[in-house]
C-alpha cells in the first residue's frame, strides 16, 4: 500500500517519527551495516545518516546514481530491467539497494528513485517515488527481520541470498517547482530513514534494547 500525501506533510510526518541516532544505534547493537543507492536524492540520504556522532559504525559507503549508467554499471541493476520498465520502478529499487549493500559490503542497502520535477518522466508522474531495501538472507534470519507493512516483496531480479523489498510513495508537489523538488526530495529522504528504522524494529532474542528505547 503505498504513502500517500502533500510532500512536505509527508516529510514532517516522517521526520517527526523516525530518529537516525536510533537508526546507527540498532545497526551497531545488532552488528548490521548499512548502505545507499540514491537516484532522486543524490547523497542527501547517506548526508542525513552521517549527521549522527559515531555513524561510521552503521554507514559503510553509498553511491548516487543518477544515470541509468551508474545504475548499471555501479549497482549492477539489469539492463534490459531499466530499458523495459524504467528508472523509476519497485524492481528497480530493490535492485539498487541490493547493488550498494554488495558493492560496499554492508548488510543492509536502502537506495531512492522517483521524479522530484518539474515534468513527468518515462510516464510517470512528478511526485512518484519507490524506496528500495535489501538485506542478506543470514542477518534476516539471524535477527528475524521482517519487510514492514506497505513495503512489497521483490523476488524478480534478486538474489535468493537476500530480501529485498520497495515501498510507493505517492507526494502530491508544491505548485512551486523549485519547492516542488525540494519537498519531494526530502519527503524521500525521510521515508527512506522511516523505513530502514522500520526494518530494524524487530528486537532478537536475548538481547537488551538498545540505548535510547
Known amino acids: 500500500m503505498p504513502v500517500e500525501g502533500d510532500a512536505q506533510k509527508v516529510a514532517e510526518e516522517a521526520e517527526s517519527s523516525t530518529d537516525p541516532v536510533e537508526i546507527v544505534q540498532r545497526c551497531a547493537h545488532r552488528g548490521l551495516t548499512l548502505a ?7 547523497g542527501s540520504l547517506a ?18 546514481a543518477y544515470s541509468n549508467q551508474v545504475k548499471e554499471h555501479v ?9 523495459t520498465r524504467g528508472a523509476v520502478d519497485p524492481i528497480v529499487a530493490a535492485s539498487m539497494a541490493q547493488g550498494a549493500a554488495e558493492r560496499c559490503g554492508t548488510d543492509i542497502g536502502i537506495s531512492t ?5 518539474p515534468a513527468p518522466h518515462q510516464g510517470k508522474d512528478v511526485g512518484t517515488v519507490y524506496l528500495g531495501i535489501a538485506c542478506r538472507e543470514d542477518a534476516v534470519q539471524r535477527l528475524g527481520l521482517s519487510l514492514p507493512q506497505g513495503c512489497d516483496r521483490i523476488d524478480q531480479d534478486i538474489s535468493q541470498q537476500w530480501l529485498a523489498g520497495a515501498l510507493l ?8 517547482p523549485d519547492q516542488m523538488r ?8 525521510q521515508g527512506a530513514l522511516k523505513l530502514v528504522e522500520d526494518f530494524l524494529l524487530t528486537e532478537p532474542a536475548g538481547l537488551p534494547a538498545s540505548a535510547g528505547s
Open 47 to 64: 548526508a542525513r545518516i552521517a549527521d549522527v556522532p559515531g555513524a561510521s559504525q552503521a554507514l559503510l559507503g553509498g553511491v548516487i
Open 36 to 42: 545507499t543507492a540514491e537516484s532522486l536524492t543524490a
Open 75 to 83: 549497482l549492477k541493476v539489469s539492463a534490459d530491467l531499466l530499458e
Open 113 to 117: 528513485t522517483g521524479v522530484a520535477g
Open 169 to 176: 510513495l505517492h507526494l502530491d508537489p508544491s505548485a512551486d
Open 182 to 189: 525540494v519537498e519531494i526530495r526530502k519527503a524521500s529522504v
